[in-house]
């Protein structure tokens, strides 16, 4: 576990990216309205102005939705994937895969597929899996779906969660690199200690849904904001450094940090102990709040679309969630 890799070997990179969110916005006003909350109380406390929501559809319509800009972009058609991985915490049934459903969807007929739940580190952990896939030789052209519905387990009456997530989706395509760059080093941790402090209760096999599961609340999200924050601040900055130190990689030689979207002052600490001025980390949570597997990539896509990524960059992805889960992983980006 967390080997350096061994880069005479071949090495995965990301070849295209994208990401969709759907046109619903809810506003730090609209919480206003009901809850015992300011605007000024969620954006001093999280950076967080607006989140989307998605009214009608499942994750599966969100990654779907990603996935296609991400494959037009590669100039491919579904028939191109060999292999889907859908990191989620909000599958659209707890089977069949949502991978499946994705595949359908998208009518991509030569491929196969699973989900991955690694909550707010599911992408980190996609991108390790997939890209260890491509390392080994098996696999040339795989898609790697980051999509939550957090809206789906998220308690509108409850005032620490509500106001902190959003709906959406992205996708990167991955393949073997063809020049220096591509996933170079990753560092990725559990502590299922932390698993008492965020967690949805209900519907699994612990307490299967039922009358008294429900009305106890059971099936929404539950997080001890605190205590999640005091490891998530800590953890995700000490992963981010490590990655660096490891590598010989200087503040001067990151581009950006590309950090999980959870709460401003989180990325801040790990900014600050990267030694990296405020340009160069990628936040968006302002305008899409914790969107759980879909921060990461969303961030790629935006700043790529802008034209802010060359080829050759240092990209550090970094990112810290329930179970508890935390790493890093060192990207030079390569197209
Ligand atoms: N509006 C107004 N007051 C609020 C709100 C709100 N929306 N939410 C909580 N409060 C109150 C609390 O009730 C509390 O009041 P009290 O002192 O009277 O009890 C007070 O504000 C302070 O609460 P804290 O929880 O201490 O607030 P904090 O400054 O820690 O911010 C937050 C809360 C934003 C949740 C923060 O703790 C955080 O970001 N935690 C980490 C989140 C994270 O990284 N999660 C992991 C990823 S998510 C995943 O994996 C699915």
């Known amino acids: 576990m967390n080997q350096l890799r061994n880069n005479e070997r071949r090495r995965a990179a990301i070849t295209a990216v994208a990401h969709w969110v759907p046109d619903d916005v809810l506003d730090n006003k ?8 300011s605007d000024e109380w969620i954006t001093t406390r999280t950076g967080i102005k607006e989140r989307h929501i998605l009214r009608n559809g499942a994750v599966s319509d969100l990654g779907v939705n990603a996935a296609r800009i991400a494959l037009e972009r590669r100039g491919w058609t ?5 292999l889907i991985i859908c990191c ?4 659209d049934m707890p089977f069949p895969p949502t991978a499946c459903i994705i595949q359908d969807k998208l009518g991509a007929s030569n491929c196969w597929g699973f ?3 690694a909550a707010c580190c599911g992408f980190l952990y996609g991108l390790e899996t997939a890209s260890r896939f491509i390392e080994s030789g098996a696999y040339d052209r795989v898609l790697l779906i980051g999509a939550d519905k957090m809206s789906s387990i998220v308690n509108y009456n409850d005032r620490n969660t509500c106001v902190l997530f959003g709906d959406a989706g992205g996708a990167v395509i991955l393949e073997p690199a063809s020049g220096e760059g591509g996933i170079m080093d990753s560092y990725l941790k559990v502590d299922g200690a932390g698993r008492e402090f965020l967690y949805m209760k209900g519907g ?6 039922s009358h008294e599961t429900v009305d106890k609340g059971w099936h929404y999200i539950y997080q001890d904001g605190k205590a999640v924050f005091k490891r998530a601040v800590v953890d995700m900055a000490e992963a981010s450094a490590l990655i660096m130190e490891r590598n ?3 503040s001067d030689d990151v581009a950006y940090l590309v950090p999980h979207q959870a709460n401003l002052r989180i ?3 790990a900014r600050e102990r990267m030694g990296l001025t405020k340009d160069k980390v990628m936040v968006n949570i302002d305008r899409y709040g914790n969107t759980t597997s879909a921060t990461i990539p969303m961030c790629l896509s935006e700043w790529w679309k802008a034209g802010k990524i060359r080829k050759g960059d240092n990209l ?9 889960t935390w790493g890093a992983i060192w990207v030079k980006w390569a197209y």
């Open 115 to 117: 989900d991955l739940n």
């Open 78 to 82: 579904p028939d191109d994937i060999q």
């Open 248 to 250: 010989g990689l200087t």
């Open 88 to 91: 989620t915490v909000t599958p």
């Open 316 to 324: 550090v992805l970094a990112s810290f969630g329930a179970g508890y």
């Open 30 to 37: 609209y919480f206003e309205s009901y809850l015992d909350t």
């Open 204 to 209: 699994g096999s612990l307490n299967p849904a």
């Open 267 to 269: 990325l801040e600490a």
